[in-house]
Protein backbone atom coordinates (compact mmCIF):
# COMPACT_ATOMS: atom_id res chain seq x y z
CA UNK A 1 0.00 0.00 0.00
CA UNK A 2 1.27 3.53 -0.79
CA UNK A 3 2.32 5.36 2.52
CA UNK A 4 -0.14 8.20 3.10
CA UNK A 5 1.44 11.89 2.87
CA UNK A 6 1.52 13.66 6.21
CA UNK A 7 -1.30 15.12 7.38
CA UNK A 8 -0.18 18.77 6.96
CA UNK A 9 -0.34 18.15 2.93
CA UNK A 10 -2.87 15.17 2.77
CA UNK A 11 -5.86 17.60 2.35
CA UNK A 12 -4.31 20.25 0.23
CA UNK A 13 -1.76 18.30 -2.13
CA UNK A 14 -3.34 16.97 -5.71
CA UNK A 15 -1.11 14.29 -7.46
CA UNK A 16 1.15 15.30 -10.47
CA UNK A 17 -0.35 13.25 -13.47
CA UNK A 18 2.57 11.71 -15.00
CA UNK A 19 5.22 11.41 -11.79
CA UNK A 20 5.15 8.76 -9.71
CA UNK A 21 4.35 9.21 -6.19
CA UNK A 22 4.25 13.57 -6.34
CA UNK A 23 2.44 16.02 -5.38
CA UNK A 24 1.74 19.44 -5.79
CA UNK A 25 0.63 22.00 -2.82
CA UNK A 26 0.36 25.64 -3.23
CA UNK A 27 1.64 27.14 0.70
CA UNK A 28 2.21 31.08 2.04
CA UNK A 29 5.22 31.99 3.14
CA UNK A 30 4.87 31.62 6.64
CA UNK A 31 3.88 28.27 6.30
CA UNK A 32 7.10 27.73 4.95
CA UNK A 33 9.64 26.55 7.64
CA UNK A 34 7.31 25.22 9.72
CA UNK A 35 6.54 22.26 6.81
CA UNK A 36 10.29 22.07 6.00
CA UNK A 37 10.90 21.56 9.92
CA UNK A 38 8.26 18.62 9.67
CA UNK A 39 9.57 17.09 7.20
CA UNK A 40 13.12 17.10 8.55
CA UNK A 41 11.91 15.87 11.85
CA UNK A 42 10.33 12.58 10.28
CA UNK A 43 13.41 11.82 8.32
CA UNK A 44 12.71 13.88 4.99
CA UNK A 45 14.57 16.03 2.62
CA UNK A 46 15.06 18.61 0.10
CA UNK A 47 15.77 17.71 -3.51
CA UNK A 48 15.83 20.83 -5.58
CA UNK A 49 15.07 24.93 -4.92
CA UNK A 50 14.39 27.50 -7.41
CA UNK A 51 12.47 30.55 -8.76
CA UNK A 52 10.02 31.47 -11.50
CA UNK A 53 9.73 35.05 -12.91
CA UNK A 54 5.76 35.48 -13.89
CA UNK A 55 5.97 39.35 -13.73
CA UNK A 56 4.77 39.57 -16.99
CA UNK A 57 1.25 37.60 -15.91
CA UNK A 58 1.11 40.23 -13.36
CA UNK A 59 1.43 37.48 -11.18
CA UNK A 60 5.16 38.29 -9.16
CA UNK A 61 7.46 35.99 -8.86
CA UNK A 62 7.41 32.10 -7.31
CA UNK A 63 9.31 29.90 -5.87
CA UNK A 64 9.34 26.13 -6.18
CA UNK A 65 10.59 23.53 -3.46
CA UNK A 66 10.80 19.41 -3.54
CA UNK A 67 10.63 17.51 -0.53
CA UNK A 68 11.09 13.89 -0.11
CA UNK A 69 8.73 12.26 2.42
CA UNK A 70 7.91 8.82 2.67
CA UNK A 71 5.15 8.90 0.48
CA UNK A 72 6.98 10.41 -2.18
CA UNK A 73 7.85 13.88 -3.92
CA UNK A 74 6.05 17.06 -2.63
CA UNK A 75 6.31 20.21 -4.73
CA UNK A 76 5.27 23.26 -2.76
CA UNK A 77 5.37 26.70 -4.49
CA UNK A 78 4.99 30.20 -3.07
CA UNK A 79 4.18 32.90 -4.53
CA UNK A 80 5.54 36.08 -4.23
CA UNK A 81 4.77 39.88 -4.64
CA UNK A 82 6.74 41.45 -7.41
CA UNK A 83 7.53 44.49 -5.16
CA UNK A 84 9.00 42.22 -2.42
CA UNK A 85 10.49 39.10 -3.83
CA UNK A 86 11.59 37.41 -0.25
CA UNK A 87 10.97 34.14 1.60
CA UNK A 88 12.40 32.73 4.51
CA UNK A 89 15.54 30.89 4.42
CA UNK A 90 15.66 27.17 5.12
CA UNK A 91 19.08 27.03 4.63
CA UNK A 92 19.78 25.82 8.58
CA UNK A 93 17.01 23.43 8.00
CA UNK A 94 18.34 21.56 4.81
CA UNK A 95 21.93 22.96 4.27
CA UNK A 96 21.78 21.63 0.82
CA UNK A 97 19.54 24.51 -0.15
CA UNK A 98 22.68 27.34 0.89
CA UNK A 99 23.57 27.08 -3.01
CA UNK A 100 20.24 26.96 -4.42
CA UNK A 101 19.38 30.06 -2.45
CA UNK A 102 22.31 31.74 -3.80
CA UNK A 103 21.84 30.69 -7.24
CA UNK A 104 18.28 31.76 -7.02
CA UNK A 105 19.05 35.41 -6.15
CA UNK A 106 21.77 35.35 -8.72
CA UNK A 107 19.45 34.71 -11.55
CA UNK A 108 15.87 35.84 -10.50
CA UNK A 109 16.75 39.07 -7.57
CA UNK A 110 14.51 35.94 -5.38
CA UNK A 111 15.94 36.77 -2.25
CA UNK A 112 16.16 34.51 1.00
CA UNK A 113 15.47 36.48 3.84
CA UNK A 114 17.76 35.72 6.92
CA UNK A 115 20.51 33.67 4.88
CA UNK A 116 23.58 33.18 7.29
CA UNK A 117 25.11 33.40 3.49
CA UNK A 118 24.66 35.71 1.07
CA UNK A 119 27.54 35.33 -1.36
CA UNK A 120 26.70 35.41 -5.16
CA UNK A 121 27.14 32.01 -6.51
CA UNK A 122 26.88 31.64 -10.28
CA UNK A 123 27.55 35.27 -11.22
CA UNK A 124 31.59 35.36 -11.85
CA UNK A 125 31.02 38.89 -12.87
CA UNK A 126 29.30 37.80 -15.79
CA UNK A 127 26.59 39.97 -15.19
CA UNK A 128 26.46 43.34 -13.29
CA UNK A 129 24.85 42.83 -9.50
CA UNK A 130 21.39 44.65 -10.38
CA UNK A 131 20.67 42.47 -13.72
CA UNK A 132 19.19 39.20 -13.11
CA UNK A 133 19.13 36.97 -16.33
CA UNK A 134 16.91 34.75 -16.25
CA UNK A 135 13.52 37.21 -15.25
CA UNK A 136 11.21 37.29 -18.72
CA UNK A 137 12.49 41.19 -19.17
CA UNK A 138 16.27 39.96 -19.87
CA UNK A 139 16.14 38.76 -23.52
CA UNK A 140 17.96 35.35 -24.38
CA UNK A 141 20.66 37.11 -26.31
CA UNK A 142 21.67 39.94 -23.89
CA UNK A 143 25.20 41.00 -23.81
CA UNK A 144 26.27 42.25 -20.21
CA UNK A 145 28.98 44.57 -18.89
CA UNK A 146 31.65 42.57 -16.59
CA UNK A 147 32.58 43.65 -13.29
CA UNK A 148 34.83 43.29 -10.74
CA UNK A 149 34.25 39.95 -9.06
CA UNK A 150 35.46 39.59 -5.48
CA UNK A 151 34.63 36.30 -3.83
CA UNK A 152 34.81 36.33 0.05
CA UNK A 153 36.39 33.03 0.84
CA UNK A 154 36.27 32.04 4.79
CA UNK A 155 39.84 32.35 5.84
CA UNK A 156 41.19 29.62 8.58
CA UNK A 157 43.82 31.46 10.48
CA UNK A 158 46.44 30.15 13.47
CA UNK A 159 50.07 29.00 13.74
CA UNK A 160 50.91 27.32 10.76
CA UNK A 161 47.70 27.61 8.65
CA UNK A 162 48.59 27.71 4.75
CA UNK A 163 46.00 27.93 1.78
CA UNK A 164 46.33 26.51 -1.09
CA UNK A 165 44.53 27.85 -4.33
CA UNK A 166 43.62 24.84 -7.01
CA UNK A 167 41.85 25.93 -10.24
CA UNK A 168 39.14 27.04 -11.97
CA UNK A 169 42.00 25.76 -14.73
CA UNK A 170 43.18 22.37 -13.98
CA UNK A 171 45.30 19.89 -15.66
CA UNK A 172 44.04 18.02 -18.61
CA UNK A 173 40.17 18.89 -19.86
CA UNK A 174 38.45 18.56 -16.25
CA UNK A 175 35.88 21.12 -16.04
CA UNK A 176 36.40 24.74 -13.96
CA UNK A 177 36.06 24.96 -10.35
CA UNK A 178 37.93 26.39 -7.66
CA UNK A 179 39.27 24.59 -4.78
CA UNK A 180 40.94 26.59 -1.37
CA UNK A 181 42.49 24.67 0.91
CA UNK A 182 43.35 25.59 4.09
CA UNK A 183 46.20 23.61 5.57
CA UNK A 184 48.76 22.37 8.44
CA UNK A 185 51.45 20.70 6.83
CA UNK A 186 49.68 18.42 4.51
CA UNK A 187 46.60 17.67 6.74
CA UNK A 188 43.27 19.74 5.37
CA UNK A 189 41.60 21.78 8.14
CA UNK A 190 38.96 22.90 5.51
CA UNK A 191 38.19 23.03 2.16
CA UNK A 192 35.79 25.21 0.23
CA UNK A 193 34.87 25.17 -2.85
CA UNK A 194 33.37 27.49 -5.98
CA UNK A 195 31.69 26.44 -8.79
CA UNK A 196 29.70 28.08 -11.51
CA UNK A 197 32.26 28.42 -13.96
CA UNK A 198 30.77 26.66 -16.58
CA UNK A 199 27.11 28.35 -16.07
CA UNK A 200 25.30 28.14 -19.95
CA UNK A 201 22.46 29.58 -19.75
CA UNK A 202 19.86 26.17 -20.36
CA UNK A 203 17.36 27.32 -18.65
CA UNK A 204 16.88 30.83 -20.46
CA UNK A 205 17.38 28.76 -23.77
CA UNK A 206 14.24 26.58 -22.89
CA UNK A 207 12.10 29.39 -22.92
CA UNK A 208 10.23 29.20 -26.32
CA UNK A 209 10.94 26.00 -27.09
CA UNK A 210 8.46 23.18 -28.41
CA UNK A 211 8.21 20.72 -26.14
CA UNK A 212 10.42 18.01 -28.92
CA UNK A 213 13.12 20.89 -29.57
CA UNK A 214 13.59 21.53 -25.69
CA UNK A 215 14.18 17.72 -25.33
CA UNK A 216 17.66 17.66 -26.98
CA UNK A 217 18.54 20.09 -24.77
CA UNK A 218 17.39 18.55 -21.68
CA UNK A 219 19.24 15.76 -22.64
CA UNK A 220 22.71 17.48 -23.15
CA UNK A 221 22.33 19.18 -19.56
CA UNK A 222 24.63 16.73 -18.46
CA UNK A 223 26.45 14.62 -21.07
CA UNK A 224 27.02 11.74 -18.81
CA UNK A 225 23.81 11.51 -17.88
CA UNK A 226 21.94 12.36 -21.13
CA UNK A 227 19.39 8.56 -20.67
CA UNK A 228 18.54 10.24 -16.76
CA UNK A 229 17.61 13.82 -17.77
CA UNK A 230 15.84 13.01 -21.16
CA UNK A 231 14.09 10.13 -19.29
CA UNK A 232 13.00 12.93 -16.58
CA UNK A 233 12.43 15.38 -18.84
CA UNK A 234 9.92 13.07 -21.14
CA UNK A 235 8.31 11.93 -17.96
CA UNK A 236 7.11 15.82 -17.21
CA UNK A 237 6.14 16.11 -20.93
CA UNK A 238 3.92 12.92 -20.90
CA UNK A 239 2.60 14.11 -17.30
CA UNK A 240 1.69 17.99 -19.19
CA UNK A 241 0.38 16.30 -21.95
CA UNK A 242 -1.69 13.58 -20.30
CA UNK A 243 -0.22 10.17 -22.07
CA UNK A 244 0.76 6.50 -20.91
CA UNK A 245 4.15 5.49 -22.14
CA UNK A 246 4.11 1.51 -24.60
CA UNK A 247 5.90 -0.51 -22.22
CA UNK A 248 8.12 -1.61 -24.42
CA UNK A 249 9.34 2.30 -24.60
CA UNK A 250 9.53 2.03 -20.75
CA UNK A 251 11.34 -1.54 -21.40
CA UNK A 252 13.98 0.05 -23.73
CA UNK A 253 14.22 3.07 -21.41
CA UNK A 254 15.34 0.93 -18.60
CA UNK A 255 18.16 -0.63 -20.62
CA UNK A 256 19.06 2.47 -21.72
CA UNK A 257 19.48 3.41 -17.79
CA UNK A 258 21.15 0.91 -16.59
CA UNK A 259 23.93 0.80 -19.81
CA UNK A 260 24.22 4.20 -18.79
CA UNK A 261 24.88 3.07 -15.55
CA UNK A 262 27.65 0.80 -16.25
CA UNK A 263 30.03 2.27 -18.26
CA UNK A 264 29.62 5.20 -15.99
CA UNK A 265 30.66 2.84 -13.27
CA UNK A 266 33.57 1.65 -15.44
CA UNK A 267 35.15 4.73 -15.95
CA UNK A 268 34.70 5.48 -12.37
CA UNK A 269 36.66 2.77 -11.52
CA UNK A 270 39.40 2.97 -13.69
CA UNK A 271 40.45 6.46 -12.41
CA UNK A 272 40.13 5.47 -9.20
CA UNK A 273 42.91 2.90 -9.89
CA UNK A 274 45.11 5.43 -11.78
CA UNK A 275 44.52 7.63 -8.76
CA UNK A 276 46.58 5.47 -6.97
CA UNK A 277 49.36 4.33 -9.31
CA UNK A 278 47.20 1.41 -10.44
CA UNK A 279 47.78 1.94 -14.22
CA UNK A 280 46.54 -1.50 -15.07
CA UNK A 281 43.11 -0.71 -13.72
CA UNK A 282 42.45 2.10 -15.65
CA UNK A 283 43.56 0.85 -18.87
CA UNK A 284 41.42 -2.56 -18.26
CA UNK A 285 38.36 -0.71 -16.92
CA UNK A 286 38.43 1.92 -20.11
CA UNK A 287 39.55 -1.15 -22.38
CA UNK A 288 35.58 -2.76 -20.66
CA UNK A 289 34.19 1.01 -20.71
CA UNK A 290 34.70 1.10 -24.51
CA UNK A 291 33.21 -2.02 -25.13
CA UNK A 292 29.78 -0.65 -23.57
CA UNK A 293 30.34 2.65 -25.71
CA UNK A 294 30.95 0.91 -29.22
CA UNK A 295 27.48 -1.72 -28.57
CA UNK A 296 25.39 1.72 -27.76
CA UNK A 297 26.21 2.66 -30.86
CA UNK A 298 25.84 -0.02 -32.58
CA UNK A 299 22.29 -0.68 -30.80
CA UNK A 300 20.98 2.46 -30.64
CA UNK A 301 23.02 5.32 -32.62
CA UNK A 302 25.02 7.05 -29.94
CA UNK A 303 27.41 6.25 -27.94
CA UNK A 304 26.73 7.91 -24.97
CA UNK A 305 22.99 7.26 -25.99
CA UNK A 306 21.75 10.85 -26.85
CA UNK A 307 18.03 11.50 -28.03
CA UNK A 308 17.43 7.67 -28.02
CA UNK A 309 14.96 8.79 -25.49
CA UNK A 310 12.26 11.01 -26.23
CA UNK A 311 8.60 12.79 -25.10
CA UNK A 312 5.96 9.65 -25.66
CA UNK A 313 8.58 7.00 -26.01
CA UNK A 314 12.01 6.49 -27.41
CA UNK A 315 13.35 6.99 -31.14
CA UNK A 316 14.53 3.18 -32.17
CA UNK A 317 14.08 0.50 -31.43
CA UNK A 318 16.73 -2.49 -30.52
CA UNK A 319 17.74 -4.46 -33.46
CA UNK A 320 16.67 -7.98 -33.81
CA UNK A 321 20.25 -8.93 -32.99
CA UNK A 322 20.69 -6.70 -30.35
CA UNK A 323 19.54 -9.06 -27.20
CA UNK A 324 21.84 -11.64 -27.97
CA UNK A 325 24.67 -8.97 -28.42
CA UNK A 326 23.54 -7.77 -24.71
CA UNK A 327 23.79 -11.33 -22.94
CA UNK A 328 27.20 -11.74 -24.56
CA UNK A 329 28.41 -8.01 -23.14
CA UNK A 330 27.00 -9.10 -19.74
CA UNK A 331 28.67 -11.97 -19.01
CA UNK A 332 31.80 -11.38 -20.24
CA UNK A 333 31.43 -8.26 -18.16
CA UNK A 334 30.44 -9.46 -14.98
CA UNK A 335 33.56 -12.25 -15.67
CA UNK A 336 36.05 -9.77 -16.60
CA UNK A 337 34.97 -7.08 -13.56
CA UNK A 338 34.74 -10.44 -11.18
CA UNK A 339 38.41 -10.77 -11.63
CA UNK A 340 39.41 -7.04 -11.48
CA UNK A 341 37.44 -6.66 -8.02
CA UNK A 342 39.98 -9.38 -6.47
CA UNK A 343 42.50 -7.47 -8.10
CA UNK A 344 41.54 -4.02 -6.51
CA UNK A 345 40.63 -5.76 -3.08
CA UNK A 346 43.71 -7.88 -2.98
CA UNK A 347 45.99 -4.85 -3.99
CA UNK A 348 47.60 -3.92 -0.88
CA UNK A 349 48.88 -0.29 -2.15
CA UNK A 350 44.96 0.54 -3.65
CA UNK A 351 43.61 -0.64 -0.35
CA UNK A 352 46.08 1.59 1.62
CA UNK A 353 44.53 4.69 -0.03
CA UNK A 354 41.23 3.45 0.01
CA UNK A 355 40.56 2.54 3.48
CA UNK A 356 39.49 5.49 6.01
CA UNK A 357 40.26 7.91 3.18
CA UNK A 358 37.55 10.97 2.45
CA UNK A 359 35.19 9.12 5.40
CA UNK A 360 31.47 10.81 5.23
CA UNK A 361 30.09 9.22 8.78
CA UNK A 362 26.12 8.26 8.37
CA UNK A 363 25.27 10.17 11.19
CA UNK A 364 26.92 13.46 8.76
CA UNK A 365 25.63 12.23 5.84
CA UNK A 366 21.93 12.05 6.74
CA UNK A 367 22.37 15.91 8.87
CA UNK A 368 23.73 17.47 5.55
CA UNK A 369 21.08 15.55 2.64
CA UNK A 370 23.89 12.99 1.11
CA UNK A 371 22.25 11.52 -1.56
CA UNK A 372 23.31 8.81 -4.72
CA UNK A 373 25.89 6.90 -4.53
CA UNK A 374 27.69 8.87 -2.06
CA UNK A 375 24.65 8.24 0.40
CA UNK A 376 24.77 4.55 -0.23
CA UNK A 377 28.06 3.88 0.33
CA UNK A 378 26.94 6.15 4.10
CA UNK A 379 24.29 3.85 5.21
CA UNK A 380 21.69 6.45 3.60
CA UNK A 381 19.32 3.56 1.54
CA UNK A 382 17.83 5.21 -0.99
CA UNK A 383 17.22 4.56 -4.55
CA UNK A 384 13.86 5.56 -6.91
CA UNK A 385 14.46 2.71 -8.19
CA UNK A 386 13.54 0.87 -5.43
CA UNK A 387 11.49 3.04 -3.12
CA UNK A 388 9.46 5.10 -5.76
CA UNK A 389 9.92 2.92 -8.97
CA UNK A 390 9.18 3.84 -12.65
CA UNK A 391 7.67 1.41 -14.60
CA UNK A 392 9.19 -1.27 -15.57
CA UNK A 393 11.50 -0.88 -12.31
CA UNK A 394 8.51 -2.25 -9.77
CA UNK A 395 8.44 -5.41 -11.38
CA UNK A 396 12.24 -5.86 -11.32
CA UNK A 397 13.10 -6.12 -7.78
CA UNK A 398 15.99 -4.14 -7.51
CA UNK A 399 18.68 -4.97 -5.28
CA UNK A 400 19.79 -2.05 -3.22
CA UNK A 401 23.77 -2.09 -2.97
CA UNK A 402 24.67 0.31 0.20
CA UNK A 403 27.82 -0.18 2.48
CA UNK A 404 28.08 1.95 6.22
CA UNK A 405 31.37 2.97 6.13
CA UNK A 406 31.37 6.07 4.02
CA UNK A 407 34.73 6.35 2.54
CA UNK A 408 36.78 5.93 -0.62
CA UNK A 409 36.54 2.12 -0.16
CA UNK A 410 33.04 1.92 0.17
CA UNK A 411 32.07 4.38 -2.35
CA UNK A 412 34.33 1.45 -4.77
CA UNK A 413 32.28 -1.16 -3.21
CA UNK A 414 28.95 0.27 -3.99
CA UNK A 415 29.91 1.06 -7.65
CA UNK A 416 30.84 -2.78 -7.84
CA UNK A 417 28.09 -3.73 -6.65
CA UNK A 418 25.76 -1.26 -9.21
CA UNK A 419 27.78 -2.59 -12.17
CA UNK A 420 26.82 -6.30 -10.87
CA UNK A 421 23.27 -5.43 -10.36
CA UNK A 422 22.64 -3.17 -13.44
CA UNK A 423 24.21 -6.65 -15.52
CA UNK A 424 21.44 -8.88 -13.84
CA UNK A 425 18.70 -6.33 -14.64
CA UNK A 426 19.40 -5.73 -18.23
CA UNK A 427 19.52 -9.51 -18.37
CA UNK A 428 15.83 -9.86 -16.91
CA UNK A 429 14.88 -7.20 -18.99
CA UNK A 430 15.72 -8.68 -21.39
CA UNK A 431 14.04 -12.00 -20.90
CA UNK A 432 11.24 -9.83 -20.31
CA UNK A 433 10.90 -8.20 -23.56
CA UNK A 434 6.96 -6.67 -24.24
CA UNK A 435 6.10 -6.60 -28.05
CA UNK A 436 4.25 -2.97 -29.23
CA UNK A 437 5.34 0.30 -29.85
CA UNK A 438 7.75 2.21 -28.99
CA UNK A 439 6.56 5.77 -29.20
CA UNK A 440 2.48 7.17 -28.08
CA UNK A 441 1.63 10.76 -29.59
CA UNK A 442 1.40 13.11 -27.56
CA UNK A 443 -1.66 14.63 -26.38
CA UNK A 444 -2.74 18.02 -26.46
CA UNK A 445 -0.43 19.72 -24.45
CA UNK A 446 -2.21 21.72 -21.04
CA UNK A 447 -1.57 25.66 -21.37
CA UNK A 448 0.34 26.70 -18.23
CA UNK A 449 0.86 22.93 -17.30
CA UNK A 450 2.96 21.53 -14.62
CA UNK A 451 4.81 18.39 -15.13
CA UNK A 452 7.33 16.88 -12.88
CA UNK A 453 10.10 14.32 -13.93
CA UNK A 454 12.32 12.11 -11.34
CA UNK A 455 14.76 9.47 -12.16
CA UNK A 456 17.70 7.34 -10.29
CA UNK A 457 20.51 8.12 -12.38
CA UNK A 458 24.01 6.77 -11.93
CA UNK A 459 25.10 9.73 -9.70
CA UNK A 460 21.32 9.52 -7.83
CA UNK A 461 18.23 11.48 -8.62
CA UNK A 462 17.67 13.59 -11.61
CA UNK A 463 14.64 16.15 -11.36
CA UNK A 464 13.55 17.72 -14.35
CA UNK A 465 10.10 20.06 -13.49
CA UNK A 466 8.48 21.63 -16.64
CA UNK A 467 5.92 24.65 -17.13
CA UNK A 468 4.05 25.48 -20.65
CA UNK A 469 2.60 28.82 -21.07
CA UNK A 470 -0.57 29.76 -23.45
CA UNK A 471 1.09 29.15 -26.37
CA UNK A 472 1.54 25.72 -25.23
CA UNK A 473 5.52 25.92 -25.35
CA UNK A 474 8.26 26.20 -22.65
CA UNK A 475 7.70 28.93 -20.12
CA UNK A 476 10.32 27.45 -17.78
CA UNK A 477 12.40 24.16 -17.76
CA UNK A 478 14.09 23.56 -14.10
CA UNK A 479 16.42 20.30 -14.33
CA UNK A 480 18.54 19.26 -10.58
CA UNK A 481 21.39 17.09 -10.85
CA UNK A 482 22.32 15.31 -7.47
CA UNK A 483 25.80 17.23 -6.89
CA UNK A 484 23.63 20.14 -5.73
CA UNK A 485 23.58 18.44 -2.84
CA UNK A 486 26.86 16.46 -2.15
CA UNK A 487 29.17 18.28 -3.31
CA UNK A 488 29.14 20.36 0.03
CA UNK A 489 29.74 16.91 1.63
CA UNK A 490 33.21 16.38 0.03
CA UNK A 491 34.20 20.07 2.06
CA UNK A 492 33.57 17.53 5.11
CA UNK A 493 35.19 14.19 3.42
CA UNK A 494 38.75 15.95 2.77
CA UNK A 495 38.90 17.46 6.55
CA UNK A 496 41.81 15.68 8.58
CA UNK A 497 43.18 13.77 5.40
CA UNK A 498 45.97 14.90 3.00
CA UNK A 499 46.28 17.17 -0.25
CA UNK A 500 47.98 14.63 -1.57
CA UNK A 501 44.49 12.32 -1.50
CA UNK A 502 42.01 14.69 -2.57
CA UNK A 503 42.04 13.58 -6.23
CA UNK A 504 41.26 10.30 -4.98
CA UNK A 505 38.34 11.36 -2.34
CA UNK A 506 36.76 13.51 -5.56
CA UNK A 507 37.18 10.60 -7.88
CA UNK A 508 35.18 8.60 -5.28
CA UNK A 509 32.39 10.67 -5.60
CA UNK A 510 32.77 12.22 -9.07
CA UNK A 511 30.23 14.91 -9.22
CA UNK A 512 29.04 16.86 -11.57
CA UNK A 513 31.11 20.59 -11.73
CA UNK A 514 28.34 21.80 -14.76
CA UNK A 515 25.66 19.64 -14.97
CA UNK A 516 22.88 22.30 -14.68
CA UNK A 517 25.46 25.08 -13.86
CA UNK A 518 27.00 24.24 -10.54
Known amino acids: MQPLLPEYLQHRAHPIFGAVSAWRCDIAANELREICLRVKDAGGRIVALWGV ?86 AADAVFE ?28 IEPGHFRFSIVGETVLRLEQRLGYKHKGIEKRAEGMTLGQCARLAGRVSGDSTVAYAWAYAQAVEGITRIELPARAAWLR ?45 L ?19 PLAGPQKLFEMCAQLETQVRTLRGIYDEHAGAQDRFIGAGRVAPQLAEALGLTGLPGRASGLAWDLRVDHPTPPYEKLDVR ?15 RFDEIFESLRLIRV ?35 VALETGADGCVRRMHPHDPSWQNWPLLERAVIDDIVPDFPLINKSFNLSYSGQDL
Open 146 to 173: REEDRYAFVKVEGEGVHEIPVGPVHAGT
Open 429 to 463: LLGQAPAGAITAALGDVQCEGFGVGWIEGWRGEVL
Open 400 to 414: MATHRNGDVAARVTV
Open 300 to 318: FGHRYLMDVIVPGGVARDM
Open 53 to 138: DNTDLGLGFAVHLTLVVRAGLICVTLTLPQERAQYPSIADIFPAANRMQRATYDLLGIEAQDAADQRKWLRHGAWPTDTFPLRKSV
Open 254 to 298: AILLELERVHNHLGDLGYLGNDVALAFGFFQFWRLKELVLRLNAE
